[in-house]
T-cell receptor, first 116, second 108 residues
Framework: GAVVSQHPSWVICKSGTSVKIECRSL??????MFWYRQFPKQSLMLMAT?????????EQGVEKDKFLINHASLTLSTLTVTSAHPEDSSFYIC????????????FGSGTRLTVV | AQRVTQPEKLLSVFKGAPVELKCNYS??????LFWYVQYSRQRLQLLLR??SRESIKGFTADLNKGETSFHLKKPFAQEEDSAMYYC??????????FGQGTELSVKP
């Protein structure tokens, strides 16, 4: 089955630094990947849609300069949290959909970001 | 507006009891609806989708367009069913939109 690998699974960084999170589709190509943010026992909030070879589209209220998304290949999307602050601490999850298969979403295992 | 509402944050039942996790949606047209499950410390995984009309792990969900609902049901809950459950729909922009989630706790 379709597998999405997300790395790192957890990261601790200092305020003001940047952190990069990778999302890879291991056995399929994904023209579109999605980035979510999840608070403990709460919903997944869609942050942005990552499109291979073009700019990401961000949801309302999400700062595109803070959350930089790059989708340079059909198997890799990255989310960089720039100038991180403690309020950016959260669980970030990516999702990918195999090209050509409608409405099939596979999720990564998530990244726990803690900004100190 | 396209929206998914799960009114219960926590549902606690005893093993063997029936369980129903509620989901209501707001969508113009025919929605694509899903239930996802997230076990403790595991990734989100698809439980079922309405167009498949399948039963996974004993769970079923029926789309009721009149009531705009897609409730998840299981006749006899098991302890291993304890998890977070999310109802979701595909927006008209092709994005997966989640409800707030319901934590199901099945007590022995």
């Amino acid at each position: 089955g379709a597998v999405v690998s997300q790395h790192p699974s957890w990261v601790i960084c200092k305020s003001g630094t940047s952190v990069k999170i990778e999302c890879r589709s291991l056995d399929f190509q994904a023209t579109t990947m999605f980035w979510y943010r999840q608070f403990p026992k709460q919903s997944l909030m869609l942050m942005a849609t990552s499109n291979e070879g073009s700019k990401a589209t961000y949801e309302q209220g999400v700062e595109k300069d803070k959350f930089l998304i790059n989708h340079a290949s059909l198997t890799l999307s990255t989310l960089t949290v720039t100038s991180a602050h403690p309020e950016d601490s959260s669980f970030y999850i990516c999702s990918a959909s195999p090209a050509g298969i409608k409405y099939s979403y596979t999720f990564g295992s998530g990244t726990r970001l803690t900004v100190v | 507006a396209q929206r998914v509402t799960q009114p219960e944050k926590l549902l606690s039942v005893f093993k063997g009891a029936p369980v129903e996790l509620k989901c209501n949606y707001s969508y113009s047209g025919s929605p694509e609806l899903f239930w996802y499950v997230q076990y403790s410390r595991q990734r989100l995984q698809l439980l079922l989708r309405h167009i498949s009309r399948e039963s996974i792990k004993g769970f079923t969900a029926d789309l009721n367009k009149g009531e705009t609902s897609f409730h998840l049901k299981k006749p006899f809950a098991q302890e291993e069913d304890s998890a977070m459950y999310y109802c979701a729909l595909i927006s008209q922009g092709g994005k997966l939109i989640f409800g707030q989630g319901t934590e199901l706790s099945v007590k022995p």
